[in-house]
């Protein structure tokens, strides 16, 4: 669910009445990076279906009130839009947040974080082949290193990666696979449908999605109390809080500054992976980490140069 594609694919600049707001996009980066911190003990405790039920359960209580307006929206769109939609929340939403989850049980847990940060070159061909946006040949200056940085970064030996650490790493790229195509269809249906009624059908029908894989893998609802606190924690902070911080800082900022900002994401992850849950990075992955970081960067602040590799005028949901 990283946002950080927004302002890769069309986020505005509009300083001239409206203080620019750098350090709340970097605040709201900051926060998902902690999203390791609860999810991985989390992630050791329940099955990841029974993790992403209850994040969608309780995000949805919280959004209760704006269900109303989100399902008026939905009944008024065209067929396109509707199917988008149901592939955003079942997809993008439930089942990427369950293989992200996943990943946590056979990984450590910054590199699932980091290799969150290859979905805006992922949203770049998604855009290509889905909205038939011409992507440039200099594109593949910018995803080749960051390809290169996420296979240094998922894996301590990376002449010789271990199943376990290919499991994990299989399982964080297809999450930000289904992440970035469904920003892709965000940015789609959001020409005619508002982004808050976009974000709230999300998880409005995201819940049910998750219920069925819930369901499906015999994995349990209940909860204690103590695994409720981390739960609400994981769903409010980095989840929704972090999402709403990002888009009130995205309105009157930069793109190319909030891409700079976003470094805080990385950064935090790694930080809390090694300093808090005993995570040990090799230096191989310490630079790898550093070469995504660069690539994605370079990648943004090109999109908003007078010759982007992908033109896209209009911003994700």
Do not use: C
């Amino acid at each position: 669910m990283d946002p950080n594609i927004a302002a890769l694919v069309g986020g505005v600049d509009r300083r001239g009445s409206v203080p620019d707001r750098t350090w709340l996009i970097a605040i709201a980066a900051a926060m998902w990076g902690t999203d390791g911190l609860l999810r991985q003990p989390l992630a050791g405790q329940l099955p990841a279906a029974t993790v992403v039920f209850w994040e969608h359960l309780l995000i949805v209580v919280v959004l209760l009130p704006f269900v109303p307006s989100a399902v008026r929206a939905f009944r008024a769109a065209g067929a396109r839009e509707r199917v988008a939609l149901v592939l955003i929340g079942a997809g993008a939403s439930a089942v990427a947040t369950a293989l992200f989850t996943q990943a946590f049980r056979y990984g450590d847990p910054v590199t699932p974080l980091v290799l969150q940060k290859l979905q805006p070159v992922i949203a770049v061909v998604a855009a290509a082949l889905l909205l038939g946006e011409r992507m440039r040949r200099g594109y593949w200056l910018f995803a080749v290193p960051a390809l290169a940085g996420a296979w240094l970064m998922a894996f301590p030996n990376p002449l010789s990666a271990a199943p376990q650490a290919v499991t994990a790493a299989l399982l964080a790229v297809a999450a930000a696979a289904l992440w970035a195509v469904g920003t892709v269809l965000g940015r789609m249906v959001s020409v005619r449908i508002a982004s808050r009624d976009v974000t709230v059908l999300r998880f409005a029908i995201g819940l049910p999605a998750s219920a069925v894989v819930l369901l499906a893998q015999g994995a349990p609802v209940a909860v204690t109390g103590a695994q409720l606190g981390p739960l609400v924690l994981l769903a409010l902070v980095p989840g929704l809080l972090g999402l709403t911080l990002y888009y009130i800082g995205l309105r009157s900022t930069a793109a190319a500054r909030a891409t700079l900002a976003e470094l805080a994401f990385p950064v935090t992850a790694a930080l809390i992976g090694v300093g808090l849950l005993g995570t040990h990075l090799e230096p191989s992955q310490w630079f790898g980490l550093l070469v995504v970081v660069a690539s994605v960067t370079a990648l943004g602040l090109r999109e908003r140069s007078p010759k982007p590799v992908v033109r896209v005028d209009v911003a994700a949901a």
